[in-house]
């Protein structure tokens, strides 16, 4: 394998010491190792961690405050101090780069989304690292849920990355509590597809310092591994942990923390926004022969086919689709749900005289849906 853009994201306890406060010869180490991989050719892109843990620091905390409010306080002192200092060190290394604060409305928004990848794209092609995190200081769910994982796995795909490496303070996915006690603790060194038995093995939550734990890890891969960007979950804190990472990976081998490998082709650019950035707002249950025509057919969704709807949305607004047991897809709604309420089940061509006026002959167009595996190219 030939990795030419590399996303690395890295945790706040990877970056910290046990009082909360920066670990400075971490942040140098790590430093090195991106520049090291710049100057061998490679396209780098990172994502840190930090901000809030750099805050507490500053502002005197010995522990993590529990206040939303006093977290973001962290993070507005935190980001700029953050920033600061990994350049002052890209510096030293010949390196220059530049601080991007995201939230996901910035990913929702399919405008942004894409000004977003242009931003990035213009940066790495003036050899300037970019460094991404949250922006902790307006948003609130990103920091009760340490999202910066799911973050990674987003601008991975959003930028076409060939791998992204995530760093921790733990060696990678276990069988079992890697904090307890356990004889047949293993870890899992390569994952080829994300089973209900590998997500059972993400149990517990992070460290003290970080918000994020092994579940958020496995969610970002599933983003990541249906992009078609391989990941890894590997040691933070170990010496030139992420050069030996991508060097094991190009050569194939998995003897170092958990390699998640793709199973699919990347999905386009399109439908990596309308799969991972969209959260649904309603859900749309559809009969068998719906479910087949989507799946196996590749049609666009009617209301004949439709059987229930749930949640209230508007035009515009995304949804998920379901078969009734599983969900099948996601896509855009051409009308309401009330709308579809009245003309399920119903012909197309019947939705003039239910509604009195007529949009699209589609509920969901393919264009705007992304059913399973979808691998077309809108």
Known sequence: MNFKRIVVKVGSSTLSNQNGKLNFSQIDALSRQLVDLKNQGREIILVSSGAIAAGMGELGYANKPASIPEQQ??????????VGIYNKFFREYGAKSAQILITSSDLENR????????????????GVIPVINENDTVVTNEIKVGDNDTLAARVSGLVEADLLVNLSDVSGLYNGNPNAENKNLKLISKVENITEEIEKMAGGRGSKVGTGGMETKIEAAKIAVNSGVVMIIGPGKEKNSLLKIVEMAENEKFDLGTTFLTAKERLSKRKQWLNFNLPPLGKIIV????????LKRGKSLLPG???????????????????????????????????????????????KKILGYFNKTEVIHRDNMVIGGDKDEY
């Open 287 to 294: 009969d068998q022969g719906a479910a087949d025509a989507l």
């Open 111 to 126: 405008n942004r989304y894409l000004n977003a990848f242009n931003t990035l794209k213009t940066l790495i092609d003036h």
């Open 73 to 82: 306080a962290c993070a507005a002192v935190g980001q700029g101090l953050l």
């Open 305 to 351: 086919g439709i059987v229930e709807v749930e949640g209230e949305f508007n035009s515009g607004d995304p949804v998920t689709i379901s078969d009734g047991t599983l969900e099948i897809g996601k896509g855009i709604v051409n009308y309401s749900s009330d709308e579809i309420e009245k003309i399920k089940g119903a012909h197309s061509n019947e939705i």
